[in-house]
């Protein structure tokens, strides 16, 4: 085996992850526009989508919420204290214990099926067709389950090992597929009404085979590919597991979340929950890049930090993230909330998607980007609870954010539909992640140190979107005549180029992103 790999610098770390992330949300907007392009926001898409779900909440309670947030700390810990053999002994745990436990989940999912689509979208119970189209096509997706569970453990060891950048490009692969699989609609699948997202279905199965065998490869090559052992428990695992009972309950409550957004929008008109996916599809862009990529490399920094008693590392570490984060998300926000329906109508108003479909998710864009700070926020903070290890708070938290996106749901949905959901949703974002700043604060692993450029960045980014609103008004008629695909660029890079100037007049650009953020490691 191999020695631990060098750990890059954080803002290292994010060049692999952010530009692999940045190019794996382009590509999935151009999958995002072939399903727009192919689906449109209708019966067959919602049937998709609803299929689609299932093994993506399990995936994210699994693997990429709970057993990453359990495993990177522990396998920090052995690793430091045991040497890299023991922690891979304990990798190997829970590889096997992982794949036993969703043969037997899968398992119980195709044979339940039916009642799982309606606990999923009960308002699918009024439109026979679409139910039964959900039903056959989660009977296809759900193998996926374990197949991309195994994927994210294999990268919480390379992320271990300082290799970001092999977790961060699979999901381009799993695009690909969608796309591929997309494109052969009209030529496999366009008589099959309802049915018709079946290649797509078949794509996704692809792409989760063809992540393993880049995994797969990737830690051949670094010699820490787990073995295949007899199930069995070691110390170091029951502790693991311990830390995981409370992380799986946290991103249970997370995925509790999504879970009754979607329920309700099947309550409400048929493509109200492809207007929340194409609209949530676009305010992810920010928060992957930045907001996941970030959290991400911080977490095994943050782990090896707490392992070693480096309570000032923590706090330094925090701080960068968040005058990196703010300098990224904030004009984001700007922009979404100024330009959200030429965003949605650029990207998606193309074939079987409407302008009308278009209109509808541009207003839930508004609304998600009103939240994006508090989910940015929440990724940047959350990996420093899992390296205290303090999972049960993270856990606590995720109770108080489903209570306040159930309640805000409840409220706002009669009033404003769809909207009122996404609405719902940021409200509970923004209160969790000002809940967990306060802690940490408490705590004294957060100081106040980005607070000053934060005023700055916020003024910049006021500007650019005064610049982008007097842009739309002085020029509307010339709009008329050029492509929506067009306008939206040139909106990007007049509103880039405003914002850029701007930061640098302000001195709202951080010196971290001039400096060592930047700075490649000798």
């Known amino acids: 085996m191999t020695a631990p790999s060098q750990t890059p610098s954080l803002g290292g770390a994010f060049r692999q992850i952010g530009g692999l992330t940045a190019i794996s949300r382009i590509v999935g907007f151009v999958r995002d526009i072939a399903f727009a392009r192919f689906l449109g926001a209708g019966p067959a898409a919602d049937a998709f989508l609803v299929a689609l779900k299932l093994p993506n909440m399990f995936r994210r309670l699994s693997a990429e919420g709970a057993m990453t947030n359990a495993f990177l700390p522990n396998f920090a810990r052995v690793r430091k204290s045991d040497g890299l053999p023991a922690a891979m002994a304990l990798a190997a745990e829970a590889q096997i214990l992982l794949l036993l436990v969703l043969f037997f989940l899968v398992l119980l999912?195709?044979?339940?099926?039916?009642?799982?689509?309606?606990?999923?979208?009960?308002?699918?119970?009024?439109?026979?067709?679409?139910?039964?189209?959900?039903?056959?096509?989660?009977?296809?997706?759900?193998?996926?389950?374990?197949?991309?569970?195994?994927?994210?453990?294999?990268?919480?060891?390379?992320?271990?090992?300082?290799?970001?950048?092999?977790?961060?490009?699979?999901?381009?692969?799993?695009?690909?597929?969608?796309?591929?699989?997309?494109?052969?609609?009209?030529?496999?699948?366009?008589?099959?009404?309802?049915?018709?997202?079946?290649?797509?279905?078949?794509?996704?199965?692809?792409?989760?085979?063809?992540?393993?065998?880049?995994?797969?490869?990737?830690?051949?090559?670094?010699?820490?590919?787990?073995?295949?052992?007899?199930?069995?428990?070691?110390?170091?695992?029951?502790?693991?597991?311990?830390?995981?009972?409370?992380?799986?309950?946290?991103?249970?409550?997370?995925?509790?979340?999504?879970?009754?957004?979607?329920?309700?929008?099947?309550?409400?008109?048929?493509?109200?929950?492809?207007?929340?996916?194409?609209?949530?599809?676009?305010?992810?862009?920010?928060?992957?890049?930045?907001?996941?990529?970030?959290?991400?490399?911080?977490?095994?920094?943050?782990?090896?930090?707490?392992?070693?008693?480096?309570?000032?590392?923590?706090?330094?570490?925090?701080?960068?993230?968040?005058?990196?984060?703010?300098?990224?998300?904030?004009?984001?926000?700007?922009?979404?909330?100024?330009?959200?329906?030429?965003?949605?109508?650029?990207?998606?108003?193309?074939?079987?998607f409407s302008t009308s479909d278009a209109g509808m998710a541009a207003v839930a864009l508004l609304a998600y980007a009103f939240g994006l700070p508090g989910f940015v926020l929440i990724k940047i903070l959350q990996p420093a609870f899992y390296a205290a290890g303090k999972p049960g708070r993270v856990l606590q938290l995720s109770l108080l954010t489903v209570a306040v996106n159930i309640s805000g749901s409840l409220l706002l949905m009669p009033r404003l539909g769809h909207v009122g959901l996404a609405l719902a949703t940021s409200v509970s974002g923004l209160v969790t992640a000002l809940i967990m700043a306060v802690l940490l604060i408490y705590q004294r692993r957060l100081g106040f140190g980005w607070l000053g450029i934060l005023g700055r960045i916020f003024c910049a980014s006021l500007i650019m979107a005064l610049v982008l609103g007097v842009l739309q008004k002085g020029v509307k008629g010339v709009t008329m005549m050029m492509p929506d695909a067009a306008w939206l660029a040139l909106l990007v890079i007049i509103g880039g180029a405003s914002y850029g100037l701007t930061a640098v007049v302000l001195k709202a650009v951080p010196p971290d992103i001039l400096g060592r953020f930047w700075a490649r490691k000798a």
């Open 109 to 352: 999912a195709e044979i339940f099926m039916p009642q799982l689509i309606l606990l999923l979208a009960p308002g699918f119970a009024d439109t026979p067709e679409r139910l039964s189209a959900a039903v056959d096509l989660a009977r296809v997706t759900m193998p996926y389950l374990p197949m991309i569970s195994i994927v994210a453990l294999w990268g919480a060891i390379a992320n271990a090992q300082g290799r970001f950048g092999a977790a961060a490009a699979a999901p381009i692969i799993a695009n690909i597929c969608f796309i591929l699989g997309a494109v052969a609609i009209p030529f496999f699948a366009a008589d099959m009404g309802v049915r018709r997202a079946f290649p797509v279905a078949i794509g996704l199965l692809a792409a989760g085979l063809l992540q393993l065998l880049f995994l797969y490869v990737t830690l051949r090559r670094l010699e820490v590919l787990p073995n295949l052992i007899i199930p069995r428990l070691s110390a170091a695992g029951r502790r693991m597991w311990r830390h995981f009972l409370p992380a799986a309950l946290g991103a249970g409550t997370m995925q509790l979340n999504l879970l009754v957004d979607l329920i309700l929008a099947s309550l409400l008109p048929v493509g109200a929950i492809s207007w929340l996916y194409y609209a949530d599809r676009v305010a992810q862009l920010p928060l992957g890049v930045v907001g996941i990529a970030l959290g991400t490399a911080l977490l095994p920094r943050l782990s090896a930090a707490e392992a070693a008693g480096q309570g000032d590392a923590v706090k330094s570490e925090l701080e960068s993230a968040i005058a990196f984060a703010a300098f990224l998300v904030l004009p984001a926000v700007a922009a979404l909330a100024v330009i959200a329906e030429p965003i949605i109508t650029g990207l998606f108003a193309y074939g079987a």
